[in-house]
């Protein structure tokens, strides 16, 4: 069952933990980014970003090497520091919007992601996965946790409890008013508790970060096939995740925003709609979708709920069921004619934190000419679609919380 086991972080000292934790890279827009690197020489940024020193933009396998450098640079700043003894990290974010997630970074198994006991419910990329790959086997280390989900454990969460009436190792608010905090747990009795406890579930699922899991596993046998004294204890066969319980995971939907009609008249459009959906117009009250199988659109400036009609649609599996998958199969490609709704640049996403305003806007400004709302997958879902060995279109959840980069770092 899972191998999910405590490691010795590499992780910034308590005085810079604050200056030095940001977020994913690409969530930054250009000009913060650019912010940060200027007046913030202790940000992770700092590392990822190796060619700001030099104003100049480096990729590939030369800016890997440099990132390398940079990482090495902080570690001899003693801007960094390594635990002695493995631990369990318990983390609990309290967000800008007032939600709670709290969960364990830890160390999980490759090869546990290679036998389906880390379970995974989206298609990853050839290219992606190989790039991601060549990176960490050139820098050595992993900044980023993979999102995994659990069964919600009255024993874990009885932990969790004893845990946080110490004191945090780490607590600190960043400019995103969000507000973190990590124990890092290396109690015996704990840590061979907790290990016990993931060691009974059937499976974990990820959440987030397929392409960081499927690399992983891909580094691991790349070292594997190199080392001649492999035992299978070696660092490079686990991956940094950050498990939480189902019940703390916030997933938003992602709506769809398509920039033409595909050559058809509104009429036209809406005629062949009403083979498979009873549409109502809904006037300029914004409508949201409030069961799995209705839609909200906005279309020239109105706002319609469409209901699939179940008697034209047949539902065979987990996958025919996920109203992301319905809206593909019904109106984006035979009507629409989106084939490849990774790439076909007259299809956009906007994660469901942009509200139907967001949809609306864009719209009446001319951007798009139809948008589409949905409600978000749920966890059962996501689960069923990962158990029937199924994986969900692209864009299918936003998935909340999101770990800052730089504040548990994992070596190999």
Not at 172 to 197: G, M, P
Not at 298 to 320: H, V, W
Not at 338 to 361: C, S
């Amino acid at each position: 069952m899972p191998k999910i086991l405590p490691f010795k972080a590499i992780r910034p000292t308590r005085d810079k933990v604050s200056l030095l934790a940001s977020r994913s890279y690409e969530s930054y827009t250009p000009e913060e980014r650019e912010s940060r690197l200027r007046d913030n020489p202790f940000s992770f940024l700092q590392i990822l970003n190796p060619g700001f020193k030099y104003q100049k933009e480096i990729s590939g396998k030369q800016r890997y090497k440099l990132v390398k450098n940079r990482y090495q640079e902080f570690k001899e700043d003693e801007i960094f520091m390594q635990d002695e003894k493995p631990c369990y990290y318990f983390y609990k974010i309290v967000n800008r919007d007032g939600l709670e997630f709290h969960g364990i970074v830890a160390a999980a198994s490759a090869e546990d992601y290679e036998n389906n006991l880390i379970k995974r419910h989206e298609a990853t990329i050839e290219y992606r996965e190989n790039t991601f790959k060549e990176y960490l086997k050139t820098v050595g280390f992993n900044a980023e946790a993979v999102l995994l989900t659990y069964p919600d454990h009255s024993e874990i969460e009885r932990l969790f409890a004893k845990v946080m009436e110490t004191r945090a190792e780490y607590e600190f608010t960043t400019t995103y008013r969000d507000t973190h905090y990590v124990w890092n747990v290396d109690d015996e009795a704990i840590v061979s508790q907790l290990q016990a406890y993931f060691a009974e579930m059937k499976a974990v699922y990820i959440a987030d970060g397929h392409h960081r899991s499927s690399s992983s596993a891909l580094l691991a046998k790349d070292l594997k096939a190199k080392n001649k004294k492999h035992t299978g204890e070696e660092s490079y066969n686990y991956f940094m995740s950050f498990l939480i319980p189902e019940s703390d995971l916030k997933i938003y939907e992602f709506n769809r925003l398509i920039k033409d009609l595909n050559g058809l008249s509104k009429e036209e459009f809406l005629i062949k709609l009403d083979a498979l959906y009873r549409i109502e117009s809904r006037g300029v009250a914004y409508y949201k979708p409030s069961k799995k199988h209705h839609f909200s659109m906005y279309l020239d400036g109105e706002f319609y709920s469409l209901y699939l009609r179940k008697n034209n649609y047949k539902i065979k599996n987990a996958l025919d069921g996920l109203d992301t998958q319905i809206l593909y199969t019904t109106i984006l490609k035979p009507i629409l004619g989106i084939i490849d709704v990774r790439n076909d640049t007259r299809l956009e996403y906007a994660d469901g934190k942009k509200d139907l305003v967001f949809i609306k806007g864009e719209v009446d400004k001319g951007n798009f000419k139809v948008g589409f709302g949905l409600l978000p997958v749920s966890v059962d879902e996501m689960k069923q679609i990962a158990d029937e060995g199924l994986t969900m279109p692209p864009k299918s959840t936003y998935i909340e919380p999101k770990l800052r980069s730089g504040v548990t770092i994992y070596e190999f």
